[in-house]
């Protein structure tokens, strides 16, 4: 067994342990990892209604916030169906969290795109969309990896890491639940976050 051998060993061991979306932001010199770094910050985007929707309107109550678009074949419909199930298993309880999905992807998701797709989802989601500069501040300040990949045809694809952001009411980061958390450990998560 030769050192490249190792060294790939390696490297394998690590995406695995941080994740596919850790590792691409490490690898890609995106920003750094949300476990490491203050995650949050004033954004000024527009919800799935078309009206203007801010950082203060954060403020109050706890969130469950998402990154994704809405053109995702598997990890966002995935999430958002898990995200949709923790929030019918709290009841009324539910009402009590500010849930999110902001689209990393506003070329294409608009507020009526973003409307039209959350219908299938548990309607206490509120979907947010904005200017690709709008995106790119929110996406920074939360620490979020996302990148455009063209595919054949002339399309693309977006690659992004997968978190869900726990905030407090007071707008500070009280953890993330990973893409494929076990859902005791998700509820568990979510109910100690509106414990406060």
Request: hydrophobic content about 40%.
């Amino acid at each position: 067994m030769n050192r490249r051998f190792f060294m790939s060993v390696g490297v394998a061991g690590a995406a695995a342990l941080v994740g596919i979306g850790e590792y691409l932001m490490i690898t890609q010199n995106a920003p750094p990892s949300p476990f490491t770094s203050g995650v949050g910050g004033a954004f000024s985007l527009v919800d799935d209604n078309s009206k203007r929707f801010t950082s203060r309107d954060l403020l109050g109550k706890p969130a469950m916030i998402y990154f994704g678009y809405t053109f995702c074949p598997e990890v966002c419909p995935t999430t958002l169906t898990h995200m949709s199930a923790w929030l019918h298993a709290l009841g009324p309880e539910a009402t009590k969290l500010r849930t999110v999905f902001v689209t990393i992807d506003p070329a294409r998701d608009t507020a009526a795109k973003m409307k039209e797709y959350l219908s299938g989802f548990d309607p206490n989601i509120i979907g947010l969309t904005g200017t690709p500069a709008e995106i790119a501040t929110i996406a920074r300040d939360y620490k979020v990896y996302y990148k455009k990949v063209p595919i054949p045809g002339g399309s693309y694809t977006m690659d992004h890491s997968s978190f869900i952001y726990l905030m407090t009411a007071k707008g500070k980061l009280d953890g993330l639940i990973s893409y494929g958390e076990p859902d005791t450990k998700a509820m568990a998560a979510l109910r100690r976050l509106l414990r406060g």
